[in-house]
């Protein structure tokens, strides 16, 4: 939001503050857009003029197409950010068979496919349509960061980690951001382990707030290991394990929460040149009002 004086931390970088969401069918029916925003366009335009930052949770279940992408690029003012959450197969999910390019899907009786059910050629075909639809947003300098958030029982292990690399390699030169969602990566004394790993290699780390005490979860480490420095916020649900996703993100932060949290972002945005901030407690308004108290409490 804000390119910010210097703190008592030293240098502040930039600060972007937004949401994983501008399209939640509980946010539009929370009465945040205004009545006249009642289009797609219209809606992401009067988004964007309250966050300058967003990401796109829509391409982790299906690829966009080009044509999509370029009318983000031109419904949104010149500064606007955005990240792209990486599509399922990039990450090693399960993914359905519906969501690939039609003239990719393979003759399977399989509702869902992971790579290795794929020919080499199809899997380097989703890659390539993948990351040239994202050129619009390229050539707009609008593209944050490709967020690669990996499964739950995506390990530390030597194989994975090599993934990781080869992940930052197809992408290069576009930006990624390196998302664990397996407690080991920060079991012990893996924890410096996996922060050098990813500074060596100049790779952003993700930073999550999240419940604990689950397999998938990983200790709030604010670190900033490249350029760029990214927190998600996840809330703090007791239903984590739910399958509903409102069930599992419907937790609305306190002014208290979000301001020690302001304090260690401002911290944080000393170590990088860029941070981005992304409240992912999308259910109704939870995180556009979160992200809008945080915007206030980091001015």
Known sequence: MMGMNPGQTGIMGQILVGTASWTDKTLLGSGWYPESANTAEKRLA????????????????????????????????????????????????????????????????????????LEPQVYEDVWSRFLSALDPLVEAGKLGAILFQFPPWFTIRKDNK???????????????AIEFRHASWFEGDNAAETLEFLRKHELPF????????????????????????????????????????????????????????????????????????????CYSDYAQRNAATLIDLLQ
Request: glycine fraction near 4%.
């Open 46 to 117: 009067y988004y964007a003029r309250n966050f300058p930052l967003v990401e796109v949770d829509a391409t982790y279940y299906g690829p966009p197409a080009e044509q999509t992408t370029k009318l983000w690029a031109d419904r949104t003012p010149k500064e606007f950010t955005f990240n792209i959450k990486a599509f399922s197969l990039l990450t090693g999910h399960p993914t359905k068979v519906s969501a690939l390019y039609k003239d990719l899907r393979p003759e399977t009786d399989k509702k869902n496919v992971y790579p290795k059910d």
């Open 162 to 176: 090599q993934y990781v690399l080869e992940v930052a390699h197809r992408c290069s030169p576009l930006p990624v």
């Open 206 to 281: 993700v930073c999550v707030d999240m419940p604990q005490g689950h397999k998938s979860s990983i200790p709030p480490v604010v670190e900033a290991t490249a350029d760029l420095a990214m927190v998600r916020f996840h809330g703090h649900s007791e239903l984590w394990t739910s399958t509903d996703i409102h069930e599992k993100f419907g937790y609305m932060y306190s002014e208290r929460e979000l301001r020690e949290w302001a304090g260690r972002l401002a911290e944080l945005s000393s170590e990088a040149g860029r941070t981005h901030v992304l409240m992912n407690n």
